[in-house]
């Protein structure tokens, strides 16, 4: 059973901090990596993918892998109360790269004023 | 662009009858794939659909069923509908040609009472 592990949180930070979101996975063999930000009640958004060690970065959202720990994260920079949600990170199937993403519990993140 | 679009936001059943839910993917993209959301856990993968075919299927049984469409849209059937069944169902759908991003549709409350 692949499994996609993410701190439990809740995490708080104040508005302008760094927020920092952590996941591992268990299949060394996985390829692509996602961030989903998901607001109460409503859908998963895709915010950040990741497929090559390193980081990545799409304005105040870096994402980094590292394939070797089997380690993903997640940094805000600059958060702001509209980004408390949960976040939810997901791994691809290595036996399927087009198919089916395994998904962490996710992480409740709150960011106040 | 049209996300992608689910019907109906909210379904209300009894035990023991069947569930119909409807999703329709961004445009220019064959594959679908189906999850649940149920209070408290982790998105479930159900099933993935790509070229009107079933591709994979998940840890559920087999009253749980789907197709796809010529025009990629897709359906999801459930039946003999139990308690726990109760769930958001959450449809997402992915590019033709080889990207691996999945991109939610807003779900569909099903409360089986």
């Known amino acids: 059973q692949k499994e996609v592990e993410q701190n439990s949180g809740p995490l708080s930070v104040p508005e302008g901090a760094i927020a920092s979101l952590n996941c591992t996975y268990s299949?060394?063999?996985?390829?692509?990596f996602f961030w989903y930000r998901q607001y109460s009640g409503k859908s998963p958004e895709l915010i950040m993918f990741?497929?090559?060690?390193g980081d990545k970065e799409d304005g105040r959202f870096t994402a980094q892998l590292n394939k070797a720990s089997q380690y993903v994260s997640l940094l805000i920079r600059d958060s702001q109360p509209s980004d408390s949600a949960t976040y939810l990170c997901?791994?691809?199937?290595?036996?399927?790269?087009?198919?089916?993403?395994?998904f962490g519990r996710g992480t409740q993140l709150t960011v106040w004023p | 662009e049209a996300g992608v679009t689910q019907s109906p936001t909210h379904l209300i059943k009894t035990r023991g009858q069947q569930a119909t839910l409807r999703c329709s993917p961004i445009?220019?993209?064959?594959?679908v794939y189906w999850y649940q959301q149920a209070l408290g856990l982790g998105l479930q993968f159900l099933l993935w659909?790509?070229?009107?075919?079933?591709?994979n299927r998940g840890n559920f049984p087999p009253r749980f069923s789907g197709r796809q469409f010529p025009n990629y849209s897709s359906e999801l059937n459930v039946n003999a509908l139990e308690l726990e069944d109760s769930a958001l169902y959450l449809c997402?759908?992915?590019?033709?040609?080889?990207?691996?991003?999945?991109?939610f549709g807003p779900g569909t409350r099903l409360t089986v009472t």
């Open positions: 299949d060394r063999g996985s390829q692509s």
């Open positions: 659909y790509d070229e009107g075919e079933e591709r």
């Open positions: 997402a759908s992915r590019l033709a040609g080889g990207t691996y991003e999945q991109y």
């Open positions: 990741i497929y090559s060690n």
């Open positions: 445009s220019g993209h064959t594959s």
């Open positions: 997901a791994v691809n199937d290595r036996g399927s790269t087009l198919g089916r993403l395994y």
